[in-house]
T-cell receptor, first 109, second 117 residues
Framework: GQNIDQPTEMTATEGAIVQINCTYQTSGFNGLFWYQQHAGEAPTFLSYNVLDGLEEKGRFSSFLSRSKGYSYLLLKELQMKDSASYLCAVMDSNYQLIWGAGTKLIIKP | GAVVSQHPSRVICKSGTSVKIECRSLDFQATTMFWYRQFPKQSLMLMATSNEGSKATYEQGVEKDKFLINHASLTLSTLTVTSAHPEDSSFYIC?????????????FGPGTRLTVL
């Protein structure tokens, strides 16, 4: 079966760095996405990785290792507004998104 | 980026009534639209995938006679929750993908919060 695993909840301090991991097992691979979702709102796109390596976009970076079925989202210089759920999703061979359950990130002052 | 709108953003209805939710791609042609449901503190659950001009493909466990999906044009898909019950109360989110099969991004609408009394 298809499976996406990510931690349920993480806590970090404002100004610090946090890494959210995601491991996956899917039928085929056409890329891995990270989305941010604030409570009561729809997800917003953060990053897309289809090749191995690190993609940096401002304070956010995303890493992919296809051989390990592993990705992480790195958030630097954390701000209170970064408190949200972070969803990892993999696009399978049918171009369908397989979603993880999300990681709730709590930022403390 | 591409914009997807949803209407209404919030709806409260009585048990037994039907509710229609519209999803529109405003600045691109969406050959494929997806309907998700999300219960509190849970992840997105894909309900169905609809391609313009053809019948929707429903995920296992989703009643197609209860959740009617119509994707009549390249910019509009509708989800009708028929004979809604309190357990149908949820956050419904649509997303749309462009015409190229390899397009990697789904663009999400803002969601519709349905409360059935």
């Amino acid at each position: 079966g298809q499976n996406i695993d990510q931690p349920t909840e993480m806590t970090a301090t404002e100004g610090a760095i946090v890494q959210i991991n995601c491991t996956y097992q899917t039928s085929g691979f056409n890329g891995l996405f990270w989305y941010q979702q604030h409570a009561g709102e729809a997800p917003t796109f953060l990053s897309y990785n289809v090749l191995d390596g690190l993609e940096e976009k401002g304070r956010f970076s995303s890493f992919l290792s296809r051989s390990k079925g592993y990705s992480y989202l790195l958030l630097k210089e954390l701000q209170m507004k970064d408190s949200a759920s972070y969803l990892c999703a993999v696009m399978d061979s049918n171009y369908q998104l397989i979603w993880g359950a999300g990681t709730k990130l709590i930022i403390k002052p | 980026g591409a914009v997807v709108s949803q209407h209404p953003s919030r709806v409260i209805c009585k048990s037994g009534t039907s509710v229609k939710i519209e999803c529109r791609s405003l600045d691109f042609q969406a050959t494929t639209m997806f309907w998700y449901r999300q219960f509190p503190k849970q992840s997105l659950m894909l309900m169905a995938t609809s391609n313009e001009g053809s019948k929707a493909t429903y995920e296992q466990g989703v009643e197609k006679d209860k959740f009617l999906i119509n994707h009549a044009s390249l910019t509009l898909s509708t989800l009708t929750v028929t004979s809604a019950h309190p357990e149908d109360s949820s956050f419904y989110i649509c997303s749309a993908r462009g015409p190229r099969g390899g397009d990697h991004e789904q663009f999400f609408g803002p969601g519709t919060r349905l409360t059935v009394l």
